[in-house]
């Protein structure tokens, strides 16, 4: 039997607050913190979250801070916690704030969501979470556990019931402690409620979960099956000189990795090898390359990728190296790369 939504709210309140776990971002109210957190909770473990978020906060303790940092900085913090967009969109929203807001986030979910960088589920995370406020929050592990309480059927991705969730989000938050509330949900998804293995003798609201009842918890949410990777070849050229090595930054609108440092890679077709790619990536630079020798592979996955990168090592056969710069070991260190760049440049120096 459903509870209604003061006593679910009350359950689970009740829970988490003897059950959260201890994190930092949970011992402030601090908007601009909270902001963060959420930004990089979103596609991101909490383990890896937990020393990205300490560092940044030193980095960038302020939202104004983080406006009047360079990019190239911003970047550089961001690198090896993927999704790099995020750290874009973080930089975009700090800076419209201080122009918009000097500096201050705005408490209504209106202007939150009229920032550059802020969509509705940071705008309810922000609102509820910092301000107090009775918004709602809708994430991966939300969507979870509302699917499985109130056994809901269908692709929680797509409309209706992606409208449906946030309808039911917004009719349970309460006005009393909005921002537990909202934790309590993900909290419960993250560690109860989980995708696989749901521990629901351990769960507050267990007897009100009618997708337990019907013994179909573990169906829900329905979600679209995941399309399998497209397998992607690419090459990169590994050239010295002396302590130095060849990278060049990636445009602004590049697809992937924008604004990051790279060796010169580029996508091989079907019947290209290795060295002939890297060497055209080399090409594109308006350099010309004495030919190559394949040092070493990686395969790394990024989003619905799964990437073989070949790197090959290359000597230049005339002096103007165009669009890429050389670097030494140190000064890479202050550069953002990709980690899978960052990683075989270790390897290799
Ligand atoms: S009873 Fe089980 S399926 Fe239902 S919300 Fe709790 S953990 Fe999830």
Redesign the pocket.
Known sequence: MAAPPASLARLLTTWYESRKRDLPWRKTRDPYAIWVSEVMLQQTQVKTVLGYYERWMERFPTLTALATAEDADVLHAWQGLGYYSRARRLLSGARAVVERHGGELPRSPEALLALPGIGPYSAGAIASIAFGLPEPLVDGNVV??LC??FALRGDPAKAPLKAHLWQLARSLVPADRPSEFNQSLME?GAT??TPTS???P??P??QQ?R??ALGI?RELPELAKRKAPTELRTAAAYVRRADAVLLRQLPADASRWAGLWVLPFAELSATESAPAGSARALTELGLKTNGGALLREARHTITRFRITLSVVAHTLSNPRHGAATFFTRREVEQLALPSIHAKLLKALW
């Open positions: 979870r556990v499985r309480l419960l109860v409620c749901p521990r629901c351990e769960c609201v267990a979960c997708g337990l918890e």
